[in-house]
Structures are given as C-alpha cells and as structure tokens.
C-alpha cells in the first residue's frame, strides 16, 4: 500500500488506491469526544433559551430561520396523520400533494411517542449529527491511512468556517452594515452551523455515503455497492431531492476523468452510474412533475427568487469557506488535473468532486445555494493532502534547523495554527445566537396568550379555515393550528409581496373598514387573529367591519370569527 504521507510526485501510481479502513480505539474515544463536545456546545444557545423565558414568553424552540423551520414543522404536522401534505402555508385551497421522507418519519415518530416538533427537531439534530460525523470519519479512514492526517480532517469538516469574522469585524469598527452578510450566514457546506440551527442540512449531506459505498466497490469490482449506493441515494433524494444532482454529478466527473487518465471507459463507474440512477432518480422526476404540473406547487417554486439568495460569486468563495478553501484549491493545483496520470483514484475522485461542484453551484436554478452543502467533505480532505504533501515539508525545512524543535511538534503546531484559522466565524455565530435569543422577542418567542389562543383555534377551527394575521404570528399557524395562514412564508405563500401589503394595509388605521372587509372576503378568511404583533402594524382595535365578531379573548389576543 503507498505511503500517503509522502508528496504525491513521489508516489508510485496505484490506480485503485484502498487503505486499512479500521479504527483504533485511540480513534474511536476522540471520535465520540469530538461527537460529544460539538452537541453539548449546539445545545447550550437551546438550553439559554428555554431556561431564560420570561413567565409570559415561550421559547419556539427555533434557532435560526424562523419562517423555512416553521414550513418544515407544518409538514411534520400534516405528514403526522396522512401521507401527503397540502400547503398550509398559502390561503388558497390545495390538494394533498407534497412528500417528504424526513418530515413524514418525524412526525410519524412523534405522534407515536407523544413528543412535539421542538423535541423531535432536537432528536434530528442529534441524530444527523452522529451519523455525518461518523460517516465523515469512515471517509477519513478511506483516504487517509496515517491517523494524525485522519483526525485533521475530520476537525477541518467538523469546524471549518470562512474569513466573515473579518466583515463582523469591519462592521464594528466602522460602524456601518455588515458586508456581504451571506458570507457570513450561509449553513450550506458549513458543519458547525448546520448542526447548531439547520440539521437538516447534515441530514441531506449524508449523500455522501453514496460515494463511500462506490468507492469501496469500485476497489473490489462488486456491484452490489452500487445497488446499496442507490438505495441510500433513493432514501436521500425523498428528503432532498436536488442532493441527487450532487451525487450525479460527481459520480458523472469521476466517470470522465478516470477516461481522460486510463484511456479506456471507466466500465464499473459507468454501470454503477447507471444503477445509482436508475434505482435513485424518482423522487427527482416527483419534484419535477409536482412542481411543472400543480398550478399551487409550480408558484411556490416560482416564488423562491424572493429570497435573493444565491451563490455567492467565486472571488467570495475564499470568504465563505476560509482558509481550508484555499488549502484546497492550492492542493488541486500543485496535483495538477491536467497530468492525471500522475493521480490515484482517491485522489482523482476528490479533484473531480472538489473541481465539478464550482459548476453544479452555479446552474440557473433557485436552489442552487444548497449545492454547496456537503462540499467542505472533499475541500477539507483536498486541503489536508496540501498539508502534509506541501506544505509542512517547507515548514519542516524551515524550523528544522533549530534543534529545540521536533518534526512531530512542527507538525502539531501546524494543525493547531490550521484549526485556530478555520474556526473564528464559528465562534462569532455562536455567540450571536445568545445576543439574539437575550432580547425574548419575535420570531424566537411567542407570548403565552399567543399560544393559548392558537390552542383555541387548534381546537375550534377546521383544517381548511384560513388564518388573517401579520406574518410574524403567521409562520406559525399552520404547524399550531393545522389551518392555512393567509401570509406565513415568502416562497410558500401565493403572491407573498400583494399579501404582504394586504395585511399592512388591513392592520393600518388609516384603511377604511369597507376596504378591509373586502381583503377578507378576497381572501376566503375565517378568523382574524389580533395580537402584540398586529397591533404592532399599527391599529389597537378593529371597529366597524361588517361581518366581524369576537369569539375569543384574553389579555393579549382577541380572535375574531368573519362570516361574509
């Protein structure tokens, strides 16, 4: 087996490079400890939460992106009980539709348990957790046969994080708005955040078992790999179906180097391609037809332009990603993709999965975004082979001369001085999310009276009455009520801007009663709910409106029954 530690020019080319893929017990205790401190530090921002709620407040259990979580629990809500969701997150009627294998088997889950969607949401985040970091390390193990190298990478997937603690910086001292704040923000392809507030990001980012599986067959010529590698891009693509342009794609860019480099087709990638495929590609035609054929779910998807959230462009790349990016790319380049020959197959998979996602990022589609998660796998693995090939050998010759120092302590102040780069952003996330929660306010929080009076609606309204609120309680509606919001989500909800001003002019008190009365009626509601975040729009009281009556109060909330 070739020595990975030695620079890649000096190594004889195996082709079909496999190494021992067992883990020591050393390696198993600093896996679990690294498991074990990374949940229990994401756990701390939930824990502050619920345990500094004022006696009027509850904590939502929500740590980040209020309005996608609350989408995601109305599913959970839906899918608890049938096995297709309609949208309740729009006025309009809608059918049964919508499927999501994550959402269906935690509200599935739950139901039978007994336990609500802020528990179940920490039992996917633990989850998730687990099985990526588990899975990454088996990885680690596949590509790297010295275990210092193995441990590097798996802290670099783990904590990577980009240069935005620069912007954040900038921001404080002179004063101005943070720039560029998507670079700062985005989950997508970073571990730490994923894990703390969007782990069903981690949940989609196991794809990349389907490449451990081919790999391993292709070592061995066995098939029956790529039958499980399907079967595991089957379950994944009903979760998160745009993952499978991920696995497509990759599998697609491994296939045509290993031609360009062999000269001869890559026959078992080609027919495990084909059976990836063909077992993995129905959730993708489902997303397809659901999304060209219903008039409801075709809008939706129209609508995700509204989030302006794209890509950044690739000179903001080095931002997002930080210094392992840079690593990475400087690896890829002194590997030198145009002598292929010179590159084994675990390395020509990790140069085309790092080189074809800077395509896949940038395809003209909405979701584009999120084809950057899973990418800090095969940048973290490139910039660790630009360590120990490259770069450390010219530390080594550096420090070297002096005799107080020894090469195994040239090397761990070189990953020390790594991981201290790399984890910065991710310190200034964390902590922002005890500064956001601290304030006990809207979105994160909902008064008791709010919550009692969506109990009450829970209980007197019908699955198909439609709920007139402002959007801050409107998000919440349907996964509390199991009603429709009449505004709740900026892609979900049909013509969000027009309703969205709707509601505005409706809670104004400069709008005429007859007027507002006809935004019900266009709207096809049922109750109004009238509460803190109503008011805050604007008016104290709702007088005057033909057909409005009061049918439940309390200190806070008045909800009032519209029959035109």
Known sequence: MANTSAPINDLPLQKSLAFHTEWSAAERRFVILVIAIVLAVTSLPFLFGYLTTPPDKQFMGIMLDVPDHAQYFSWMRELATQN????????????????????????????????????????LRVGATILFLLLVYRMCCWFFSNPAMRKTAFLLVTFTSGWGWVLVLL???????????????????NTFLGILGYPHFIAAALYIFCFD?????????QLRYAVWAGLVALFLGWQHAYDLVSVYAVLLAYAILQWLRDRKLPVYMIKSGLIVGGISVWPAIYSVLLTSMDPIWKD?????ANAGVYTPNLLHLPILFGFTFLLAVYATVRMNPLRLNTLDDNRLFLVGWFLVTFLIIYLPVDYQIHLLNGWQVPMAFLAVFGMQDYILPWVERLLLKRQSITTEQVRRLAVALVIALVIPTNLYLFAWRFLDLSRHDYPYYLYQDELQAMAWLDENSRPDDVIFSSLTTGQYVPMLTGSHAYLAHWAQTLDFYAKSQAVEDFFSP???????????????????????AEKALGSDRLDGIYGLAPVYENSKVTIYRFTR
């Open 213 to 221: 599986l081919l790999l391993r067959g292709q070592s061995k010529q």
């Open 300 to 304: 939706v998807l129209k609508q995700f």
């Open 171 to 189: 921001k404080y001292l002179t004063g101005k708005e943070l720039l560029f704040p998507l670079d700062v923000y985005i989950a997508e392809g």
């Open 84 to 123: 297709l969701a309609s949208n309740k997150m729009t006025p309009e009627a809608n059918r049964p539709l919508f499927f999501n294998l994550l959402w269906w088997g935690l509200g599935r889950a739950g139901s039978l348990l007994g336990l609500d969607y802020a528990v179940m949401f920490q039992v």
């Open 510 to 532: 400069g709008l005429d009663a007859s007027s507002k009365k006809q935004i019900l009626a266009e709207g096809n509601v049922a109750f109004v709910f009238f509460g803190p």
